[in-house]
């Protein structure tokens, strides 16, 4: 592997680039004809890489923040890491039916159907500094809904934060003039 690497030996700069792209798998076909899965398994089961990504993602956040929310599912898994690496506290955004009430509740557009995200709006204190964090950029319609969410439970989104962007697609026009973020462009 090619690139450089922190003085602690931690994987760094492009030599992290290089072994998220060579850990990510893409699955033609999954979860539907036409769409092409982006496996983050492999990345997840090598503890230095992933606990690289997680620092990187903490260290390329715009300010200080208050909670990290992540989507379902594999949204929580990076997002609660970084929510400890800031100090900050992890939100979970759950499909819907999957938290008891009250919820508060946004529905959008996929690049293969329609889904519904919520969250208790007691877990957002008014003012709050909300970083959103995600696997995957695609079409940006959960990171949008997720955003719109957040915002009508009086959060204050300070950014994006994703794992790769499928830059093919067009998630970041959906989320035009907010800060995104994404270690890979894909």
């Known amino acids: 592997m090619s690139g450089v690497q922190d003085v602690s030996g931690n994987l760094a700069g492009q030599a992290l680039v ?7 798998r893409s699955v033609p076909d999954y979860p539907t004809p036409g769409v092409v899965f982006k496996d983050i398994t492999p ?8 606990e690289a990504v ?10 200080p923040v208050d909670l990290v929310a992540g989507m ?43 889904a519904s995200v919520e969250l208790h709006p007691f877990t957002v204190p008014a ?9 995957v950029l695609a079409t940006g319609g959960t990171a949008q809904a997720t955003v719109e969410l957040l ?3 009086g959060a204050e989104v300070v950014g994006l934060s994703f794992l790769m962007d499928l830059t093919f697609l067009p998630g970041r026009s959906r989320l035009a003039g907010r800060h995104v973020d994404a270690l890979l462009a894909v």
């Open 18 to 24: 290089d072994r998220v792209e060579a850990l990510v």
């Open 43 to 50: 990345l997840l089961a090598d503890g230095p890489a992933f």
């Open 54 to 63: 997680v620092r990187e993602m903490a260290a390329r956040v715009p300010g």
């Open 72 to 114: 379902e599912a594999r949204g929580f898994i990076l997002a609660a890491p970084v929510a400890m690496a800031l100090g900050a506290g992890f939100l979970p955004v759950r499909k819907a039916g999957k938290l008891p009430g009250p919820t508060a509740r946004r529905d959008y557009e996929l690049e293969y159907g329609a």
């Open 127 to 135: 003012g709050s500094r909300v970083l959103v964090v995600d696997d």
């Open 151 to 153: 915002e009508e439970c």
